[in-house]
């Protein structure tokens, strides 16, 4: 009953604000391409492979090109391999695009919608940098070597670490230092990630440093939504692509066909628009009091 009557907030939410729900297929010929997240695959005869999508942002993306305006979608999504109390293979995830708001009120826009499950949260805004300055003394524009970092804190690593590049030594320091730390009573906004930490947001020079346009949301360490001021170039859209596809190999793992209905629709023009998903099985389970996602998702 209860996950009735938030989707049923959900919904309201958006109507308010005039954003309409459209409902796209889950099952695609391509998948969103992202070196750290796994795709289910689906038999669709004739030696034909589909996947089930991670998120429906390639096709919200196709509608906003072809004229759409602000959209969201409430959309079971499924990623492989993701089984804890936090994640689970087939979960809920509201994502929604605004055209008419700017980045800041869009992230505002966000907390609100957060707050129909955890209401009346004061929230604070630190930078990446910040995040790792407050809580590990790591300047990330001075520090060359992060692998002594990460001894330095005592993080139980192989000696193989001391190869990783740089963005997943960061990943790591961010993981075990920082976002234990995030949302203590009070939701916390990550901003300004670096650029190479990009995926699908806009860059810009902050301080000095290229950062990427995005943000994260955090309530006790719990990541709750992750947003992009969107990137519209199809041309840097498909390099970032093939860079994840290479990740991807590195890893170990298939590279995955890339979306040219997706890069089309980004060549005919992808209007300017802020984006974001949020994981509606965790809000749910955190405005119930509860640790494990299992029985929400």
Known sequence: ?????????????????????????????????????????????????????????????????????????????????????????????????????????????TLDLIRLFLPDLPAETLSYR???????????????????????????????????????????????LIEPQLGRERLTVITDYPSSQAALAKTAHIDGLEVARRFEVYYYGVELANGYDELTDASEQRERLLEENEERITLGKKSLPIDEEFIAALEKGLPDCRGVAVGFDRLLMLHLGNKKLGIYA
């Open 130 to 176: 910040q995040a790792l300055r407050t809580y590990a003394a790591i300047d990330i524009a001075e520090t060359k070597n992060l692998y002594e970092c990460v001894l330095n804190h005592q993080i139980d690593v192989s000696e193989d670490a001391k190869n990783w590049d740089r963005d997943t030594l960061l990943t790591l320091l961010f993981s075990h």
């Open 1 to 109: 009953m209860k996950r009735a009557q938030m989707l049923a907030a959900v919904r309201t939410f958006f109507d308010d604000r005039d954003v309409i729900e459209v409902d796209t297929d889950i099952l695609s010929p391509a998948a969103p391409i992202d070196a750290h997240i796994d795709v289910m695959e689906v038999d669709m005869g004739d030696g034909k492979i589909g996947y089930l999508h991670t998120s429906p942002e390639y096709a919200l993306k196709k509608l906003l090109a072809a004229g759409s305006g602000d959209i969201y979608q409430l959309s079971h999504v499924f990623r492989a391999g993701e089984e804890s109390p936090l994640h689970f293979p087939e979960f809920t995830m509201i994502e929604w695009y605004r055209l008419n708001l700017d980045y800041t009120a869009f992230i505002e826009e």
